[in-house]
């Protein structure tokens, strides 16, 4: 169970940082907000509610690497503890919809 929690918790982290790099095309990878408007460097995008723009902003792909890569290290700094730990399952249960969540994580 937990070598099948950590494989998982692997692939969405992967398909997670895929996307991220897909998504930063111009090699910029930070974006900001301003009221209605999302800047992603070289385009503004607007139309976005002002609560919901700083949001989008805030997920940028330069930032959800810098995540991915210390979510990557959390496992390795658990490898002693009784498994799965807390610590897994927390990182795992933002997943919990995804149909090859382990049944018994």
Sequence with gaps: MTEELVTFL???LDEEADLARR???DGCGESSA???TVDFCQV????????IAP???????ARVQREIEAKRRIP??????PWPCHNLRDLAS????????PARA
């Design 55 to 61: 949001h989008v902003a805030l997920h940028d792909p």
């Design 94 to 101: 933002p997943y919990a919809d995804h149909p090859d969540f």
């Design 76 to 81: 390795t700094r658990h490898a002693r503890d």
């Design 44 to 51: 503004d995008l607007p139309g976005f509610d002002p609560t």
């Design 23 to 25: 998504c930063d095309g």
């Design 10 to 12: 692997e692939s969405r």
């Design 34 to 36: 301003q009221g209605h």
